[in-house]
């Protein structure tokens, strides 16, 4: 089989460069020189290899509808960057020699796939051979001798179960914390163990696998606490596992109330608790009398759990147990029970509302509203947002409009900010009192604002200019563009917005733009650092587009000047800016 001519075309130096900008290309160059990548295997849009860097890395180059796709194991390309090993990949594919053969249609040479060279060799051999070379590669290779002996257990009629525990114990096994880099070749190690195990998804060992996933899944995640699984490669396995157990425990139909203890047990004691071992996930194998007999073990462990309260320290038991508790309480329907439940423990508003909202979602809104003004009560200085955002929306339903109004205004006034404006302008806008309500609500704005710029402080030994970032906040989110340039006149504001409303204030208002862009470039190169100095070029680059556009090259050319005298001592700074202003110099007029 060949590769697709598509890839020659995605796969170039200069396109992988591109992709993983300049610093990853140039290790992902050394990566390949050095002979980290190991074998190609290329189908049709496909290209797969092992790189060898602090751990062995695997990476996919494919097709992708007309586009180059990639994966990597390594952490840098979880986040969806083209990391240094797909450079290195793309290069080694680079290298390879093409065959003679040749396409009817282009006359270009054609890559070839090895491995298909080397089935077709394999097709042709005798049993025996293959026997021998099977043999002769397990001795180099222990997973595959792990595999091969997994196997011929199953097949040579031995005790499979005890061989599969000896497996999972020696996957599982370490002696010390295993840091993130090494995650992964652990991880490795269990998931050959695990899929041999997928094997016995079938009725003749059904039953044996129910056994071994739960051994395996307790063993895993005994194992985890020792295990910096960062990038949930043994995570992944371990609910791959517990789908499998799922399979086997409803293929094999084990004891009800024998797979209801199990269940249970793992479910309230494993150290994470990453696979759902409830009596809703296993309905189907427990049947009648195992569900029964979950619910009994539950209720009797229930039954010692005391109501929690605002001071007790959070419990992990007690929030499984109620966890479970609650799952059967919903499956059953009884919503007086799941109340009963989540009663217990009252700690905090959310609580209040989390029961609130179980009234309202079984159509009974007066329950709902007196839970929810029972929490209001229980945490008068510092309710809940969520739930007076449901108290808000329930007295504007029920017509109680100032009781809406003054909630939505007392969370306004506890922190003035832009998510509390706009719930108050949603409330009065309903209520027809916005224009007023946006005065008083700016009033109090600009009162904070003075009473903190005046405010004495450790560090302030005068007054400070009051900070207009809420105000321009604001203003741009009701796009008001004169009253957010207003507000940061000679006023302080956060750079982020001093930058957005530059951005914004381009197209018609090109001089305050740049009077804004000036304003915080020194604020940026001030904070030293070659990404600093990178954000304070670029937005050196916008104010001389700008300028050229209005014919003001003469007075860019003099503003660089300024910079570059003022920032002299800072050198990486001066030789980005020493490339702009030879740039300017080069361009006309």
Known sequence: ???????????????????????????????????????????????????????????????????????????????????????????????????????????????RDPWQDIRAYLAAQPPAAMVDLLLEIAERDDALYRSLLLKAERHGGGDAASAFRRAIDEAT????????????????????VVASMAELLV?????????????????????MEEVDDSNGEVGDIVYRLGELHVKACTMA???????????????????FGLCAFDAGTYRKALGAAGLRRYRELAEAEWRNVKPRGSNDRYDVSVSRITRIMERLAEASGDVDALVAIKSRDLSSGYDY??????????????????WAE???????????????????????????????????????EERPCLEHYRKLHGVARKLGVWPEQRRRALARIEAVAERVATAPGRWKATRSAPDSTLRVEIALWENDLDAAWESVQDRDCSRGLLITLAGKLEASRAGDAVTLYRRVVPSIVEQSGNAAYEEAIKLVRKVGAIMKAQSLSREYGEYLGELRA?????????KLLDAVRHAQARSPG
């Open 1 to 111: 089989m060949y590769s697709s001519p598509m890839l020659a075309k995605l796969i170039t130096r200069t396109s992988l460069e591109r992709l993983a900008g300049a610093t990853s290309f140039r290790r992902g160059e050394e990566y390949f020189a050095a002979g980290a990548v190991g074998r190609l295997r290329v189908t049709d849009d496909l290209i797969k290899a092992r790189v060898e860097g602090t751990e062995t890395y695997r990476v996919e180059l494919r097709d992708e509808r007309g586009a180059l796709a990639y994966d990597c194991t390594c952490p840098h390309a979880a986040d969806g960057n083209f990391c240094k090993h797909c450079v290195a990949v793309g290069l080694a594919w680079l290298a390879e020699p093409a065959s003679e053969a040749t396409t009817a249609r282009s006359g270009r040479k054609k890559r």
């Open 173 to 192: 096994h370490s002696r010390r914390f295993i840091g993130w880099r090494e995650a992964g070749a652990f991880a490795r190690g269990i998931d050959e």
């Open 203 to 223: 009725p003749a060992t059904a039953a044996t696998l129910v056994e071994l996933a739960e051994y395996a899944i307790e063993r895993i995640e005994n194992a």
């Open 253 to 271: 139909r084990p004891e009800p109330s024998a797979l209801a203890a199990r269940l249970f047990r793992l479910e309230t004691t494993l150290p």
């Open 353 to 370: 509302l989390a029961i609130a909202e179980i009234w309202a979602k079984a159509k009974q809104p007066d329950k709902a509203l007196d």
């Open 374 to 412: 029972r929490g209001l009560k229980a945490s008068p200085d510092h309710p809940d947002g969520r739930l007076r955002d449901f108290l808000v929306a329930a007295y504007l339903k029920r017509g109680r409009h100032d009781e809406a109004l003054q909630l939505t205004w007392g969370q306004f």
């Open 566 to 574: 003022r920032f002299k001592p800072k050198r990486n700074f001066i």
